[in-house]
């Protein structure tokens, strides 16, 4: 019998790592896509799409042998739960078509944002999620904020914009007229993905805590829809040059990288979501672009910080400590 404290240790130990994962995954990732940016000369580029379909086909292959690990490494221990879980509860399985459904609208989205905003006006406005995500989180699971967690909420949006203020985009210095209609695209394209995250994350984390089942097996339920939308978008976006040149044209070494990491991210987001919460996800993510930031400065020279870079580096911190410190007294009531 496991003592509770000692259950309620580890479990707290998985919400920091996973959330140190997550820091972790989301500044490589940013890092390694920035340097695959640099190192790319003139030769085709992967099809964006396609990287979506293999990161999604390599979450559900990670977490099938997740599932397997879970269950003694027993073959018919695996196709059972799979039948049991995925095939006899289609009711069940197809609630996960809506999140994933939205996942692939809201990467999508996401595009014709960073098509027509630069990379900086991008990120400040897409970390209101953070604020959508509370807002369902009190809507949709009953969560209650203390005034200091609003108060974080509020001291975290700003500390965002101080730091992303002064920076040049990263990713996009080419685009510097951009025109009022098109960056009225972008806006509106980023907001509705703030509220597509903030929905799609905490419905996953309603159904992940109303029920039992391994979050790896929810993963392989979403990871399914998410290979059926994204082989569908592939084909509608860039059939044409899929039957021409194959999916994996222009993969290179960094392609994998990225592809991997992005299908890791998927992964350490549900484990995040699971032993933390959304909110908290938001925080991690926030603390990343510092992180990546701060990195791209030592390594690349390119950034020169400014006091108000380090103002909202402060902020940052401070909001995240306040929040986690005013989260203990409030119980989750949502919690299995
Ligand atoms: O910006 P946001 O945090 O909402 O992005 C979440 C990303 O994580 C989406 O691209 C989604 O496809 C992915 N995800 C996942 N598995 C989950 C939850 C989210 O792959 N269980």
Excluded at 41 to 60: C, H, T
Excluded at 72 to 90: D, G
Excluded at 306 to 311: A, K
Aim: aromatic share 12%; charged share 10%; hydrophobic share 50%.
């Amino acid at each position: 019998m496991i003592h509770p404290s000692v259950s309620n240790m580890a479990s707290s130990r998985l919400k920091y790592l996973s959330l140190g994962v997550l820091v972790f995954q989301t500044t490589s990732l940013v890092l390694t896509m920035r340097y695959s940016r640099t190192l790319q000369g003139d030769g085709p580029r992967y099809l964006a799409s396609s990287a979506v379909v293999v990161a999604e086909f390599m979450k559900i292959i990670t977490c099938l042998l997740l599932v397997f690990k879970e269950h003694s490494y027993s073959v018919r221990a695996l196709s059972s739960i799979l039948r049991q879980e995925i095939a006899h509860k289609p009711i069940e399985t197809l609630k996960l078509a809506i999140p994933s459904g939205i996942y692939t609208l809201q990467n999508n989205l996401l595009y014709v944002a960073l098509s027509n905003l630069d990379a900086a006006t991008y990120q400040v406005t897409y970390q209101l999620k953070i604020l959508t995500t509370a807002l369902f989180s009190v809507s949709m699971l009953g969560r209650r904020l203390g005034v200091y967690q609003w108060l974080s909420l509020l001291i975290l949006m700003a500390g965002v914009a101080l730091v992303q203020w002064p920076s040049e985009s990263p990713g996009a210095p080419e685009k510097e007229q951009l025109s009022a209609g098109s960056q009225f695209v972008g806006v509106a394209a980023v907001l509705v993905a703030c509220f597509s995250s903030g929905f799609a994350g905490v419905y996953f984390e309603k159904i992940l805590k109303e029920t039992k089942q391994s979050v790896w097996v929810r993963n392989i339920q979403l990871g399914i829809f998410g290979l059926v939308f994204g082989l569908m978008g592939m084909f509608a976006y860039n059939g044409d040059r899929v039957q021409e040149s194959g999916m994996f044209q222009g993969y290179n070494t960094i392609t994998w990288i990225v592809v991997a990491l992005q299908a890791l991210g998927g992964l350490v987001i549900a484990a995040v979501i699971k032993y933390a919460d959304n909110i908290l996800k938001g925080f991690a993510t926030s603390l990343s672009i510092i992180l990546s930031t701060l990195i791209s400065y030592f390594w690349l020279q390119d950034f020169d910080p400014s006091s108000v870079f380090f103002m909202g580096a402060v902020l940052v911190i401070v909001a995240t400590f306040l929040y986690g410190y005013e989260g203990k007294p409030s119980p989750n009531p949502s919690r299995a």
